[in-house]
């Protein structure tokens, strides 16, 4: 439906061959309407608008907007020239119908699934509710085991029996080093005979002492 290349000077624009009048320099519609299907887009939107009013509306827009502006006048122009009672709008009734239906059937298809849903769930909430999980029971075996792990081994107890055995040995042989000290140091006392010592005393006296007698001391004294 897009109209138009601007006129090359060949000869005159849609609009103005339509209008059957000479395609002056700077015609607002030669952008726009092409010599070939400009005319009777141009017819369309003359007939609706009128040519008049639809220069003065091109040349209240600014050039960059034009282009779209054309387009939209053709586009209600065909519209009403198609549906005199209706034009454009009964387009865009369609269009709102047509999404209005689209609008049921997804809220029907959003409610099929909904009941299927809530369905499903009635289901599961009527099954019996599943029992949990025995604990695991250790075996007799396990048990042993878990009990003789927590026995001390053999050659742990054997290492601390000879241990504290030779703690005992440790302990018993310092008595017995300061009992064969004592023995030691403290020999037992030797009996001396009596006459043995008083005749050597004699002699040291009789040597040392001459004119001093010696007496013993356990023989009587003269009164």
């Known amino acids: 439906m897009m109209i138009g290349s601007a006129n090359n000077g060949s000869g005159p624009c849609g609009a103005c061959k339509f209008l059957r009048r000479k395609c002056v320099k700077g015609c607002i519609f030669a952008p726009y309407f092409d010599p070939d299907q400009g005319t009777a887009h141009f017819a369309a939107v003359h ?11 091109l040349l209240r827009i600014p050039a960059h907007k034009r282009v779209d502006a054309v387009v939209t ?10 549906d005199p009672v209706y034009g454009c709008v ?23 699934e909904l009941a299927c849903i809530e369905a499903h769930l009635s289901t599961l909430q009527h099954l019996p509710l599943t ?35 030779h703690f005992d040995q440790l302990q018993v042989q310092p008595q017995q080093t300061s009992a064969e000290l004592t023995a030691f140091y403290n020999p037992p006392e030797q009996e001396v005979d009596n006459e043995d ?14 004119g001093v007698r010696y007496k013993p001391p ?5 009164l």
Request: with cysteine; aromatic share 6%.
């Open 47 to 57: 007939k609706v608008f009128g040519a008049s009013n639809a220069s003065k509306l």
């Open 197 to 210: 010592l008083h005749e050597l005393a004699r002699e040291f006296v009789s040597r040392c002492l001459p």
């Open 90 to 112: 009964g387009h865009i009734f369609a269009l709102q119908q047509q999404r209005h239906i689209l609008t049921l059937v997804e809220v029907v298809n959003l409610q099929a």
């Open 218 to 222: 356990n023989s009587p004294q003269n």
């Open 73 to 82: 006048l053709c586009y209600e122009a065909l519209a009403r020239v198609r």
């Open 131 to 165: 029992q949990p999980p025995p604990e695991c029971v250790r075996s007799p075996s396990q048990t042993s085991l878990n009990s003789c792990s927590e026995v001390p081994s053999f050659s742990k107890l054997a290492s601390d029996s000879n241990m504290s055995t």
